[in-house]
């Protein structure tokens, strides 16, 4: 039988091991923006994280508005590419490795609000088949507080075995 220690990375192991809570959550995020400093720029809050799903809050605070005094595009971008990689890092075993490949992002209606950004996966792939690489397309919804998508993003990973 294996073990989390023995099947995914230190982000998901760092994340295992925190409280379930708040102070929890805020710890890892701090920790996640450290060694990611431009996830930063929204103020990220990685609220749940599981191998296939992860899920990220980002206040509406005045670095991220655009001309309109809504939530700027890239900065729902940068959200979403947060909830993507922690996704990624909770799920791809470290006998693999993935790189963001390309992003298809489609803005739906303005973000007035704070954002929920959900990156979730209907199937884990099975990685003991992935030998020479693939693409997997990990969707983004990024709602508002209402709960109305706002922006939807396709991020393309590139997951193929890691060197030895």
Not at 125 to 137: N, Q, Y
Request: contains cysteine; neutral net charge; proline residues 5%.
């Amino acid at each position: 039988m294996t073990t989390v220690e023995h099947t995914t990375g230190a982000t998901y192991r760092a994340w295992s091991k925190l409280p379930n809570n708040t102070v929890g959550s805020t710890l890892f995020s701090v920790g996640m923006c450290l060694r990611v400093p431009y996830f930063a720029s929204v103020l990220p809050r990685v609220v749940a994280l599981e191998p296939g799903r992860c899920e990220v809050t980002a206040p509406k605070w005045f670095g991220i508005r655009n001309h309109l005094g809504t939530f700027h595009a890239i900065a729902a971008c940068n959200l979403a590419e947060v909830a993507m990689g922690m996704l990624a890092e909770a799920t791809v075993p470290t006998s693999h490795r993935w790189l963001p490949k390309s992003m298809n992002v489609q803005y739906l209606t303005k973000a007035t609000t704070s954002l929920r950004a959900v990156a979730e996966l209907d199937e884990i792939p099975d990685f003991g088949t992935i030998t020479d690489g693939i693409d997997i397309v990990v969707p983004v919804a990024i709602r508002d507080t209402a709960g109305i998508e706002v922006v939807h993003a396709d991020i393309t990973i590139w997951v193929s075995a890691a060197s030895r």
